[in-house]
């Protein structure tokens, strides 16, 4: 049974930190392509970053690049989201995923969400 487990998120001041946590279970890990995909209430899905293999070079939306970082233990079977600088417009719902790259449609399976809260 695939399952991804994501945590981390809560509330933090701009220009805080948060890192978040997904556990994956129920599928080969180490050789899944892996990404953080968020959304906010009236928005639609925004891949945010992504990483094909331990090692390889990851990607990052516009946006979040200098400030977030994607790294893998595929030891632990684990996804993290390293987020620093965090601003406002970063609060979102943050879900990991699992496909074959960073398009939406790309995905197959989904966690449950954990929420990024960026505010004073």
């Known amino acids: 049974q695939v399952q991804l487990v994501e945590s981390g998120g809560g509330l933090v001041q701009p220009g805080g930190s948060l890192r978040l946590s997904c556990v994956a279970s129920g599928f080969n890990f180490s050789r899944s392509y892996m990404s953080w995909v968020r959304q906010d209430p009236g928005k639609g899905l925004e891949w945010v970053s992504g990483?094909?293999?331990?090692?390889?070079?990851?990607g990052y939306t516009d946006s979040v690049k200098g400030r977030f970082t994607i790294p893998r233990d595929d030891a632990k079977n684990t996804l993290f989201l390293q987020m620093d600088r965090l601003e406002p417009e970063d609060t979102d719902l943050y879900y990991c995923?699992?496909?074959?790259?960073?398009?939406?449609?790309?995905?197959?399976?989904w966690g449950q969400g954990t929420q990024v809260t960026v505010s004073l």
């Open positions: 990483i094909k293999l331990a090692g390889s070079s990851p």
């Open positions: 995923a699992r496909g074959t790259g960073k398009a939406i449609p790309a995905q197959d399976y």
